[in-house]
């Protein structure tokens, strides 16, 4: 691989296209200086991606643009290509060529391209890395560059081992894995922080949801027993308490007839059972059988299908077998004949190879002594060619020096009047720029102000728009306080409505006559509405009326009568008529009754006085046994709790909807009153809140920031604009100080530059005397040179037909040989797999009729099976039919004894009881109702549910009572705590999972650092003690066999890829302290031989070499060239030299010169093209 081209255009002083071809031998590069030669070498570091403007030697990158002449513009951009010859492959690539370009333009944008496609600089940079080539590898070195390397201020030592080492990528790598790393760390942090407040939240919203999902199911299962055992309850008392009347008639009578049909009837359900055991025991049995055949069906089957399988895979296989074993025997056949034929070659190539020997050697041995003789005279051609070419271009410098002294005397008057007119503008600039200046101040001042008046109100309307926000808020929190209040006295009001409406608390007949026949009388009603109390009596006065309350109230008895015949013709059972026509006109009230507390019309004062003038209020139940002692009076508490004539006292929990059936009306008014007066504050404050909103939306505070952002822009334009005219009167007064300086300097080099061009000429005169002498012994000598040359070349045409036929006799042995161990290697595989594949096809044939033999046992027991599993199933059939009519019979005898037994309990019941069960019964109806309404607010008929009918009532009653139990033991519950723990528990388990991840990516990145770090250190000390030995005999090669020097890297260092590696070089005769003590030759071939050193152990594809060999003497010299000419077989080398023993190694040489001032121009010339033309 090497360099073929490099294109520049536009780059530093080559302004014009430049075509620059290399081959793959030493290029040398000269020319005086100044003329651009080092901008070839800057080209080749800048397309090779070299970000650093000081190793371009320029002070910002934009100076690498062509910047123009007196006489040529500048350009809009520098371009440089450069294109390799990727034959070996070393740049990872398809290309065998390979084109890098890079473009800058004067904007600053930038270009990179591989073969004319755009691609990026970390691109370019992959490309070479590890290769030895690069902006700051090996492959490129200055002589500013030796004393670096040697001082190794900036680690530049360390950096030529790890690019020769191939280290760079994994520092590279580990750099970014490092990045990596700590973003890694700082990510598990955060994330860490973040998990312990997750996992305190959602430990305690964990706790909250468990004790909300629990009392939730509780709720749920209790609301579900409860009502269905409520309504089994209701349903069972009004059913019981129509037909009590008739039942107690006829108790007595049925009561024998009822005992005689139980002892019958549990006779016959006893044997029926006994019955019904037997058949189905045959049935389990019968069931049993078929699951046993029924299985035994599906293993057979199962296990035929299964070895049906086997046999295909089996025969499969015999095939493949088959097909391996003939093309083996194919295959061997082939082998035995290539090895026949490979031993019979051998034995003819013996005699070839020794003959081809003894013909080498004796070539070889004439190509050396002529070989020798000719490079002593070609080195005495050289000293004199050299001796011409200092003369020449000491000739060459005094004639410049000439012209530039003359030039410059000529252009020092121009150069005066010119600085004398700069010095004019510049003052009149300044003059200008101090007006613009004032002008900048005055508006900055106007800014700022404005500046600042715009923050004081920005402020204003944000302290504003937050105390809006805030009155907001309380409003909005108001308006919901007073919606739900709303909300809830509405959802109050359509309720009492619907009780008012639905007649739903009245017994069924009062029920049917309202519904369907109230408006065939005149001013029927019901006690419940005709009396009305206030808040404090209402509970006192249901309880007191009681059923009374259900009591129909008529004008006439006449019209009791007919209401009464409805019910009969109609069978809607009974009802109490109260005919007011029949009462008396008063009746006695008892001071202290609750007759004083109650309201009704004027028609209805009698009754009143009849149902309450008895009835007295009382604080508590002993009160009221204590006012009614000795009277036929009732006494009743606040609470509701009643004490009779007789003596008896009802009481128990009290409806959460007591009292709300007297006075239903006056109830419904205020509710309806309290519920406008809600909506007028509620409409009210929607106003109000409309108004806020408003206010808060006229204050643009988004406008306001933009304003302010804008005028700080403005006012920083300014800032800047002033700062920068103040720095460009800085930088002109400056310039004039500079000017005033150089017009002086100018003045006094005037007369010097004379004075010198006169002590030019006879040095001229002597010079050119001194080159015709010279010229005339190298005429001679190439001469004598040209004879040894056909001669040399005559003899090593002769060595090279007789190294390539051996070789090539060598190959042709090497190839049989190989043939005859391939082939005996070939012959024992073949035969292996033959026997192998012929055993294992028997074993598969085994196989197969051992699975045909399977195959025919299962199917004959599948079939047996099968035929008795029809039998089973006819069996089973017959079993279940003959259970089944046996367990019809069983529920019908349950049926018709359930019901025997049911009215034999009820028949037990006393008759002198019965007017009490009924009484209790309509209490207890009361009370069910009641528990519905208070507990789930709702009516009895819209109740639905039903007893388990796994379970009996006591059963039911006490799993309520244990729910309620855990409910009250659970207490308060957050209702929201499920969705926010399962909220919480998503949050939480994805961090985890991230916190995991993380881990895992910490793991992973700590791996690589650790491998990464055991390949590079285990690399690079290899590469290290190679070049170390490679460097201790470059050393004594360049200088004395008896020399010294030695490479150390530094031990025990915390990173081993961190290591300072120092240079230890005693040239002989000398004991210097340390290596800035050499001279600056011995510096330099020190430097030398470390570079070669690298080249050994991995040389780069090219090396260029920019005047390195400038500290060296002559002896010095001659060394370095020929180091150089030995290894230009491997590398490339292209060198920047004024030395002519350098020149004279060179296979090309290129010439920089500068015929127009800046602009650079370059000539080649091949040196093995000039010799033929002499």
Same mark, same amino acid.
């Given at each position: 691989?090497?360099?073929?081209?490099?294109?520049?255009?536009?780059?530093?002083?080559?302004?014009?296209?430049?075509?620059?071809?290399?081959?793959?031998?030493?290029?040398?590069?000269?020319?005086?200086?100044?003329?651009?030669?080092?901008?070839?070498?800057?080209?080749?570091?800048?397309?090779?991606?070299?970000?650093?403007?000081?190793?371009?030697?320029?002070?910002?990158?934009?100076?690498?643009?062509?910047?123009?002449?007196?006489?040529? !513009?500048?350009?809009?951009?520098?371009?440089? =290509?450069?294109?390799?010859?990727?034959?070996?492959?070393?740049?990872?690539?398809?290309?065998?060529?390979?084109?890098?370009?890079?473009?800058?333009?004067?904007?600053?944008?930038?270009?990179?391209?591989?073969?004319?496609?755009?691609?990026?600089?970390?691109?370019?940079?992959?490309?070479?890395?590890?290769?030895?080539?690069?902006?700051?590898?090996?492959?490129?070195?200055?002589?500013?560059?030796?004393?670096?390397?040697?001082?190794?201020?900036?680690?530049?030592?360390?950096?030529?081992?790890?690019?020769?080492?191939?280290?760079?990528?994994? #520092?590279?790598?580990?750099?970014?894995?490092?990045?990596?790393?700590?973003?890694?760390?700082?990510?598990?942090?955060?994330?860490?922080?973040?998990?312990?407040?997750?996992?305190?939240?959602?430990?305690?919203?964990?706790?909250?949801?468990?004790?909300?999902?629990?009392?939730?199911?509780?709720?749920?299962?209790?609301?579900?027993?409860? !009502?269905?055992?409520?309504?089994?309850?209701?349903?069972?008392?009004?059913?019981?308490?129509?037909?009590?009347?008739?039942?107690?008639?006829?108790?007595?009578?049925?009561?024998?007839?009822?005992?005689?049909?139980?002892?019958?009837?549990?006779?016959?359900?006893?044997?029926?059972?006994?019955?019904?055991? $037997?058949?189905?025991?045959?049935?389990?049995?019968?069931?049993?059988?078929? =699951?046993?055949?029924?299985?035994?069906?599906?293993?057979?089957?199962?296990?035929?299908?299964?070895? #049906?399988?086997?046999?295909?895979?089996?025969?499969?296989?015999?095939?493949?077998?088959?097909?391996?074993?003939?093309?083996?025997?194919?295959?061997?056949?082939?082998?035995?004949?290539?090895?026949?034929?490979?031993?019979?070659?051998?034995?003819?190539?013996?005699?070839?190879?020794?003959?081809?020997?003894?013909?080498?050697?004796?070539?070889?041995?004439?190509?050396?002594?002529?070989?020798?003789?000719?490079?002593?005279?070609?080195?005495?051609?050289?000293?004199?060619?050299?001796?011409?070419?200092? *003369?020449?271009?000491?000739?060459?410098?005094?004639?410049?020096?000439?012209?530039?002294?003359?030039?410059?005397? $000529?252009?020092?008057?121009?150069?005066?009047?010119?600085?004398?007119?700069?010095?004019?503008?510049?003052?009149?600039?300044?003059?200008?720029?101090?007006?613009?200046?004032?002008?900048?101040?005055?508006?900055?001042?106007?800014?700022?102000?404005?500046?600042?008046?715009?923050?004081?109100?920005?402020?204003?309307?944000?302290?504003?728009?937050?105390?809006?926000?805030?009155?907001?808020?309380?409003?909005?929190?108001?308006?919901?306080?007073?919606?739900?209040?709303?909300?809830?006295?509405?959802?109050?009001?359509?309720?009492?409505?619907?009780?008012?409406?639905?007649?739903?608390?009245?017994?069924?007949?009062?029920?049917?006559?309202?519904?369907?026949?109230?408006?065939?009388?005149?001013?029927?009603?019901?006690?419940?509405?005709?009396?009305?109390?206030?808040?404090?009596?209402?509970?006192?006065?249901?309880?007191?009326?009681?059923?009374?309350?259900?009591?129909?109230?008529?004008?006439?008895?006449?019209?009791?009568?007919?209401?009464?015949?409805?019910?009969?013709?109609?069978?809607?059972?009974?009802?109490?008529?109260?005919?007011?026509?029949?009462?008396?006109?008063?009746?006695?009230?008892?001071?202290?009754?609750?007759?004083?507390?109650?309201?009704?019309?004027?028609?209805?004062?009698?009754?009143?006085?009849?149902?309450?003038?008895?009835?007295?209020?009382?604080?508590?139940?002993?009160?009221?046994?204590?006012?009614?002692?000795?009277?036929?009076?009732?006494?009743?508490?606040?609470?509701?709790?009643?004490?009779?004539?007789?003596?008896?006292?009802?009481?128990?929990?009290?409806?959460?909807?007591?009292?709300?059936?007297?006075?239903?009306?006056?109830?419904?008014?205020?509710?309806?009153?309290?519920?406008?007066?809600?909506?007028?504050?509620?409409?009210?404050?929607?106003?109000?809140?409309?108004?806020?909103?408003?206010?808060?939306? #006229?204050?643009?505070?988004?406008?306001?920031?933009?304003?302010?952002?804008?005028?700080?822009?403005?006012?920083?334009?300014?800032?800047?604009?002033?700062?920068?005219?103040?720095?460009?009167?800085?930088?002109?007064?400056?310039?004039?100080?500079?000017?005033?300086?150089?017009?002086?300097?100018?003045?006094?080099?005037?007369?010097?530059?004379?004075?010198?061009?006169?002590?030019?000429?006879?040095?001229?005169?002597?010079?050119?005397?001194?080159?015709?002498?010279?010229?005339?012994?190298?005429?001679?000598?190439?001469?004598?040179?040209?004879?040894?040359?056909?001669?040399?070349?005559?003899?090593?045409?002769?060595?090279?037909? *007789?190294?390539?036929?051996?070789?090539?006799?060598?190959?042709?042995?090497?190839?049989?040989?190989?043939?005859?161990?391939? *082939?005996?290697?070939?012959?024992?595989?073949?035969?292996?797999?033959?026997?192998?594949?012929?055993?294992?096809?028997?074993?598969?044939?085994?196989?197969?009729?051992?699975?045909?033999?399977?195959?025919?046992?299962?199917?004959?027991?599948?079939?047996?099976?099968?035929?008795?599993?029809? $039998?089973?199933?006819?069996?089973?059939?017959?079993?279940?039919?003959?259970?089944?009519?046996?367990?019809?019979?069983?529920?019908?005898?349950?049926?018709?004894?359930?019901?025997?037994?049911?009215?034999?309990?009820?028949?037990?019941?006393?008759?002198?009881?019965?007017?009490?069960?009924?009484?209790?019964?309509?209490?207890?109806?009361?009370?069910?109702?009641?528990?519905?309404?208070?507990?789930?607010?709702?009516?009895?008929?819209?109740?639905?549910?039903?007893?388990?009918?796994?379970?009996?009532?006591?059963?039911? !009653?006490?799993?309520?009572?244990?729910?309620?139990?855990?409910?009250?033991?659970?207490?308060?519950?957050?209702?929201?705590?499920?969705?926010?723990?399962?909220?919480?528990?998503?949050?939480?388990?994805?961090?985890?999972?991230?916190?995991?991840?993380?881990?895992?990516?910490?793991?992973?990145?700590?791996?690589?650092?650790?491998?990464?770090?055991?390949?590079?250190?285990?690399?690079?000390?290899?590469?290290?003690?190679?070049?170390?030995?490679?460097?201790?005999?470059?050393?004594?090669?360049?200088?004395?066999?008896?020399?010294?020097?030695?490479?150390?890297?530094?031990?025990?260092?915390?990173?081993?890829?961190?290591?300072?590696?120092?240079?230890?070089?005693?040239?002989?005769?000398?004991?210097?302290?340390?290596?800035?003590?050499?001279?600056?030759?011995?510096?330099?071939?020190?430097?030398?031989?470390?570079?070669?050193?690298?080249?050994?152990?991995?040389?780069?594809?090219?090396?260029?070499?920019?005047?390195?060999?400038?500290?060296?003497?002559?002896?010095?010299?001659?060394?370095?060239?020929?180091?150089?000419?030995?290894?230009?077989?491997?590398?490339?080398?292209?060198?920047?030299?004024?030395? #002519?023993?350098?020149?004279?190694?060179?296979?090309?040489?290129?010439?920089?010169?500068?015929?127009?001032?800046?602009?650079?121009?370059?000539?080649?010339?091949?040196?093995?093209?000039?010799?033929?033309?002499?």
């Amino acid at each position: 691989m090497y360099i073929s081209e490099l294109n520049l255009q536009g780059f530093k002083s080559f302004a014009h296209k430049t075509k620059v071809g290399f081959d793959s031998g030493i290029t040398s590069i000269v020319g005086p200086n100044g003329c651009g030669k080092s901008n070839i070498v800057d080209a080749l570091r800048w397309v090779l991606g070299e970000q650093r403007p000081s190793l371009l030697r320029s002070s910002a990158m934009s100076n690498v643009i062509f910047n123009g002449t007196a006489k040529k !513009k500048a350009l809009g951009m520098a371009e440089v =290509s450069l294109t390799f010859v990727n034959d070996k492959g070393i740049l990872p690539i398809e290309y065998s060529e390979v084109t890098i370009t890079r473009r800058l333009y004067r904007s600053g944008d930038s270009e990179y391209l591989i073969n004319n496609t755009s691609c990026r600089l970390k691109d370019i940079m992959e490309l070479f890395m590890d290769t030895g080539m690069g902006s700051d590898a090996y492959s490129v070195i200055e002589l500013k560059m030796v004393e670096e390397i040697l001082n190794d201020k900036n680690n530049d030592r360390r950096r030529l081992f790890e690019e020769a080492a191939g280290v760079t990528r994994y #520092k590279d790598q580990r750099k970014r894995t490092l990045r990596k790393l700590d973003e890694t760390r700082k990510d598990l942090q955060r994330v860490d922080d973040l998990l312990i407040e997750l996992r305190k939240k959602a430990r305690s919203l964990e706790i909250q949801a468990e004790k909300a999902e629990k009392a939730k199911k509780y709720k749920v299962e209790l609301e579900s027993l409860d !009502k269905g055992f409520t309504l089994h309850e209701f349903n069972k008392i009004k059913e019981e308490l129509e037909p009590l009347q008739e039942r107690i008639n006829n108790a007595e009578k049925e009561k024998k007839e009822i005992t005689a049909a139980a002892e019958e009837f549990e006779s016959s359900d006893e044997k029926a059972r006994s019955n019904l055991q $037997e058949k189905e025991r045959q049935q389990a049995e019968a069931q049993r059988r078929v =699951s046993q055949l029924h299985n035994a069906i599906r293993e057979a089957d199962t296990s035929l299908r299964i070895t #049906k399988e086997k046999i295909q895979n089996e025969e499969k296989v015999i095939k493949e077998y088959s097909k391996d074993i003939e093309q083996g025997e194919i295959d061997l056949k082939e082998l035995m004949d290539l090895l026949s034929n490979s031993r019979s070659k051998l034995e003819s190539f013996d005699d070839d190879l020794e003959k081809s020997s003894n013909t080498l050697e004796e070539s070889k041995k004439q190509y050396s002594q002529i070989q020798q003789q000719y490079n002593r005279e070609r080195h005495e051609l050289y000293e004199i060619e050299v001796q011409l070419s200092e *003369a020449n271009n000491e000739l060459n410098q005094l004639q410049t020096k000439r012209i530039k002294i003359e030039s410059r005397l $000529e252009n020092t008057e121009g150069d005066l009047e010119r600085i004398d007119d700069e010095i004019v503008d510049l003052n009149d600039e300044v003059d200008n720029l101090n007006g613009e200046q004032k002008l900048i101040e005055g508006k900055l001042d106007s800014l700022t102000e404005e500046r600042d008046e715009l923050e004081v109100e920005l402020e204003s309307a944000r302290e504003k728009r937050e105390s809006f926000a805030e009155k907001q808020n309380e409003i909005k929190d108001e308006l919901r306080t007073l919606q739900s209040k709303n909300a809830s006295l509405e959802s109050e009001i359509n309720l009492m409505n619907e009780l008012a409406n639905s007649n739903e608390a009245f017994p069924s007949s009062v029920k049917y006559l309202i519904d369907k026949h109230r408006f065939e009388f005149k001013d029927l009603t019901t006690v419940s509405e005709i009396f009305d109390t206030d808040e404090k009596h209402a509970v006192a006065l249901e309880a007191a009326l009681g059923d009374v309350l259900n009591y129909v109230v008529i004008k006439t008895l006449d019209e009791a009568q007919r209401a009464a015949k409805i019910l009969k013709e109609n069978k809607k059972g009974r009802a109490t008529f109260i005919p007011l026509d029949q009462l008396a006109a008063t009746y006695e009230v008892q001071d202290g009754s609750l007759f004083d507390q109650v309201k009704s019309k004027r028609e209805y004062s009698a009754l009143k006085q009849l149902l309450l003038g008895n009835v007295l209020i009382a604080d508590s139940v002993e009160e009221a046994y204590s006012g009614i002692k000795n009277s036929s009076s009732i006494g009743v508490t606040y609470d509701g709790e009643v004490v009779t004539r007789s003596g008896f006292f009802q009481s128990g929990s009290k409806s959460k909807n007591a009292g709300i059936r007297v006075g239903l009306k006056d109830k419904i008014e205020k509710l309806e009153k309290e519920k406008a007066q809600t909506s007028k504050e509620i409409t009210k404050l929607e106003d109000y809140l409309k108004q806020i909103v408003e206010k808060y939306e #006229k204050l643009d505070v988004a406008n306001l920031s933009q304003n302010l952002k804008e005028k700080e822009q403005e006012v920083r334009r300014l800032e800047q604009q002033q700062h920068s005219l103040s720095s460009k009167v800085q930088v002109y007064q400056k310039n004039i100080g500079e000017l005033v300086n150089r017009k002086d300097h100018l003045k006094t080099n005037e007369g010097s530059a004379q004075e010198e061009l006169d002590s030019i000429q006879p040095k001229q005169k002597e010079l050119q005397s001194k080159m015709l002498e010279l010229d005339e012994k190298q005429n001679q000598k190439k001469d004598l040179l040209e004879s040894l040359e056909e001669d040399r070349s005559i003899a090593q045409t002769r060595y090279n037909d *007789a190294q390539l036929q051996h070789q090539d006799l060598k190959n042709k042995v090497e190839n049989h040989e190989r043939d005859v161990r391939r *082939a005996e290697t070939g012959i024992n595989s073949v035969q292996s797999r033959i026997e192998n594949r012929t055993k294992l096809t028997e074993e598969s044939k085994a196989r197969i009729e051992s699975y045909s033999q399977q195959i025919t046992s299962l199917e004959q027991e599948l079939s047996d099976n099968q035929e008795l599993k029809v $039998e089973a199933d006819e069996a089973l059939k017959k079993a279940e039919e003959a259970a089944s009519i046996q367990r019809g019979k069983i529920n019908e005898f349950e049926k018709e004894l359930k019901e025997v037994r049911r009215r034999k309990e009820v028949n037990m019941e006393l008759v002198h009881h019965l007017a009490m069960a009924k009484e209790k019964m309509e209490i207890q109806s009361q009370a069910l109702t009641d528990h519905i309404w208070e507990t789930y607010g709702i009516l009895m008929k819209q109740v639905e549910g039903e007893m388990p009918e796994d379970m009996s009532t006591d059963e039911v !009653k006490q799993r309520i009572g244990w729910l309620r139990q855990k409910l009250n033991n659970i207490g308060e519950v957050n209702a929201l705590a499920i969705d926010e723990y399962k909220e919480e528990k998503e949050r939480l388990d994805f961090y985890e999972e991230q916190i995991d991840d993380l881990n895992k990516a910490e793991k992973q990145l700590l791996e690589t650092i650790a491998e990464i770090n055991d390949t590079a250190t285990e690399r690079f000390n290899t590469t290290f003690e190679k070049i170390r030995t490679n460097f201790q005999e470059v050393f004594k090669t360049l200088f004395f066999e008896d020399d010294n020097c030695d490479l150390i890297i530094e031990k025990n260092v915390e990173d081993p890829l961190e290591a300072k590696i120092e240079i230890l070089a005693q040239p002989r005769g000398k004991r210097p302290s340390g290596i800035s003590q050499l001279s600056g030759g011995e510096k330099t071939l020190t430097a030398i031989a470390l570079l070669f050193a690298i080249y050994l152990v991995k040389p780069s594809p090219f090396c260029v070499l920019d005047e390195v060999d400038a500290p060296l003497d002559d002896a010095n010299i001659e060394r370095f060239a020929q180091m150089i000419k030995s290894f230009s077989n491997d590398t490339q080398f292209i060198i920047i030299t004024h030395n #002519k023993k350098t020149m004279s190694k060179a296979e090309m040489m290129y010439g920089v010169t500068m015929p127009e001032t800046g602009v650079s121009r370059l000539v080649g010339v091949k040196m093995d093209d000039v010799e033929d033309a002499a």
